[in-house]
């Protein structure tokens, strides 16, 4: 018995890294072929590089909020993507309020501030009702549960919003002083994609900053590390876990903004995909870890920017920029199949793992 279950391991063994072989072997062939064709100059290859720069930090800052709850709670809250769209949903509607009364443009970064702080208090609210609401009642109950819960709120959400706004797809105005571009070293940058990016370093610094350095951060990594023990110690574990879920809530918030900025359409579905995508990054950086977290969703936003010019046009593919998230999802199989912790490992308690 154990002759005959050692050989279907290794036969499965044999498979996979079979698998593995294949994707490495047609990732190397199309990028040969596509560098020897010199299909594309090297501004473009640059600024295909700088827009996943800017992808990659709302990936990044929407992957936080994955990493934080499941360092936390040790669950994945696929009601996230939602939290982020129902940030940049409300907000919408006072960007378009300011733009409708001259202030955006009169005086944008007051505008743009204001509208950050009414997504990120948004998507704390929304946040904040969940946890109350669908995941706090199975705390103790078996990790299926939670998880089916939250791929339920995600609907819920999905649909009320769809109920509460309409289909119809929204456009968020554009801010005059962002228009345009700048040229560094003979690159052209969109300003637009310089905002993104400061804005998500600066954000990103600052959780880090807070989490290492501050009370309630100190409380979440204890509650992260041993939940009885904190309490016993004093923290209340109630408390720190709506704290962690605002927290990411907020970074979501934030990161929808961000988006608007870059991509200007929100629908009731617009949380879906870039939340699969910031989970994806979140698993890539070692879910649990705020550094990998931050890594893995710039990561995935270059990746993704490059990869399908790089991998599929010099096969001659027709459209291979639609293949971007075939790319991102093989990714997350690679990488669940041949390093589960991530690039910086998973940061779990002996407990918990």
């Given at each position: ?36 064709k ?18 990659g ?54 505008a ?48 009320a ?14 801010v005059?002083?962002?228009k ?10 969109l ?142 199989v ?20």
């Amino acid at each position: 018995m154990r002759q005959r279950l050692a050989g279907q391991l290794a036969f499965t063994n044999f498979v996979v890294w079979g698998i593995g072989a294949a994707v490495l072997v047609f990732v190397i062939v199309g990028s040969i072929a596509t560098i020897s064709k010199g299909i594309y100059p090297p501004d473009v290859w640059a600024s295909f590089i700088i827009f996943g720069l800017a992808q990659g930090s709302v990936y990044a800052l929407i992957a936080l909020g994955y990493t934080l709850v499941y360092g936390v709670l040790f669950m994945i809250n696929f009601a996230h993507g939602e939290v982020f769209m129902g940030g940049m949903y409300i907000a919408f509607y006072v960007a378009r309020a300011f733009e409708e009364s001259g202030l955006l443009d009169a005086n944008p970064f007051l505008a743009l501030l204001i509208i950050t702080i009414v997504a990120m208090v948004s998507s704390m609210v929304i946040a904040f009702l969940v946890e109350r609401i669908a995941y706090r009642p199975l705390r103790r109950a078996p990790r299926l549960i939670p998880l089916i819960t939250a791929i339920g709120a995600s609907f819920f959400l999905q649909n009320a919003f769809r109920g509460l706004f309409g289909p119809s797809t929204k456009v968020y105005p554009d801010v005059d002083i962002l228009k345009g571009n700048w040229v560094l070293f003979g690159v052209r940058i969109l300003k637009t994609q310089v905002l993104v990016i400061v804005a998500a370093v600066v954000i990103m610094i600052g959780l880090y900053l807070l989490v290492q350095y501050t009370k309630v951060g100190r409380a979440m990594r204890a509650v992260a590390e041993d939940k009885d023990a904190a309490a016993l110690m004093g923290i209340n574990v109630d408390r720190v876990i709506v704290i962690t879920f605002v927290v990411g809530a907020a970074m979501a918030g934030a990161a929808g903004v961000l988006y608007a900025l870059l991509f200007k359409q929100v629908t009731h579905t617009v949380g879906f995909i870039p939340g699969l995508k910031a989970f994806t990054a979140a698993v890539l950086g070692g879910i649990g870890n705020i550094p990998g977290a931050m890594v893995g969703g710039l990561f995935l936003g270059i990746f993704e920017s490059v990869g399908p010019a790089l991998f599929f046009a010099g096969l001659n593919i027709p459209a291979p920029n639609q293949l971007k998230d075939v790319i991102a999802f093989t990714m997350l199989v690679m990488v669940l199949i041949f390093r589960p912790t991530g690039i910086l490992g998973e940061a779990l308690s002996e407990k918990k793992a």
